[in-house]
């Protein structure tokens, strides 16, 4: 029941900053853990942070540590990841998902999102 659609993606260079936007709906979906991921191309997928609806169980991989904020508008239905400080190496689809419980695995996150490309110029 829970569906997720991202947004927010684009061109941007480094240093600059990007927010991302996950709206969520279902009837369920306040029960889910929400994690924010990212995949390069040849890379394998990466978790990036990971919050609750409450604004509680927050976690960041150390590589967005100081750079990214995940966080929740409850009115709206929707989740955010405010990029700031963005690297090349942030290049990725960003993808956001929905876990029933508490992870920053993306093999325990069973909703995802379609995707939204961030690309980051040097």
């Known amino acids: 029941q829970v569906r997720l659609v991202e947004s927010g993606g684009g061109l941007v260079q480094a240093g600059g900053s990007l927010r991302l936007s996950c709206a969520a709906s279902?009837?369920?979906?306040?029960?889910?853990?929400m994690g924010w991921f990212r995949q390069a191309p040849g890379k394998e997928r990466e978790f990036v942070a990971r919050t609750s609806w409450s604004g509680g169980s927050t976690l960041y991989a150390d590589s967005v540590k100081g750079r990214f904020t995940i966080s929740t508008d409850n009115a709206k239905n929707t989740a955010y990841l405010q990029m700031n400080s963005l690297k090349p190496e942030d290049t990725a689809v960003y993808y956001c998902?929905?876990?029933?419980?508490?992870?920053?695995?993306?093999?325990?996150?069973?909703?995802w999102g379609q995707g939204t490309q961030v690309t980051v110029s040097s």
């Open positions: 998902a929905a876990a029933q419980t508490k992870a920053y695995y993306c093999s325990a996150y069973g909703t």
């Open positions: 279902g009837d369920t979906f306040r029960n889910y853990f």
